[in-house]
């Protein structure tokens, strides 16, 4: 039994066209992420934080800045390399995820 690449069940799974069309999504995620990362430091600095602040106020004050903006950075990253439709279908299943979580 042939076995699949993993370009092809990413390709299966997402739901696109192309083995391009995935690799572009994976390049989406890696930009996403280093830039998430990137503004991590600049935005921690400019509020105060750092690594003797309680891991919970850092977590929290993460998730308050971060967190929004990896969204965001998702879907302009996205948007710049053509895959805004993928991305935005993308954050409305988790945001529909994260909604039933919540509404149990």
Same mark, same amino acid.
Not at 2 to 30: D, K, P
Not at 35 to 50: C, E, N, Q, T, V
């Given at each position: 039994? $042939? ?7 990413? *390709?299966? %799974?997402?739901?696109?066209?192309? $083995?391009? /069309? &995935?690799?572009?999504? +994976? &390049? &989406? =995620?890696?930009? !996403?992420? =280093? ?20 891991? @919970?106020?850092?977590? +929290?004050? @993460?998730?308050? !800045?971060?967190?929004?903006?990896? *969204? &965001?950075? +998702? ?5 710049? +390399?053509? /895959?805004?439709?993928? =991305? @935005? ?5 988790? =945001?529909? %995820? ?7």
């Amino acid at each position: 039994m $042939a076995e699949t690449s993993f370009i092809r069940r990413l *390709q299966t %799974r997402w739901g696109v066209h192309s $083995a391009w /069309q &995935v690799l572009v999504i +994976l &390049v &989406v =995620f890696a930009l !996403t992420g =280093f830039s998430a990362m990137y503004i991590k430091r600049p935005i921690f600095a400019a509020l105060g934080i750092d690594g003797t602040d309680p891991w @919970w106020l850092r977590t +929290l004050v @993460w998730m308050v !800045t971060v967190l929004p903006a990896y *969204q &965001v950075l +998702l879907l302009l990253y996205g948007f710049l +390399l053509g /895959q805004f439709a993928f =991305f @935005w279908a993308f954050e409305k299943r988790m =945001f529909d %995820r994260i909604r039933k979580l919540f509404s149990r």
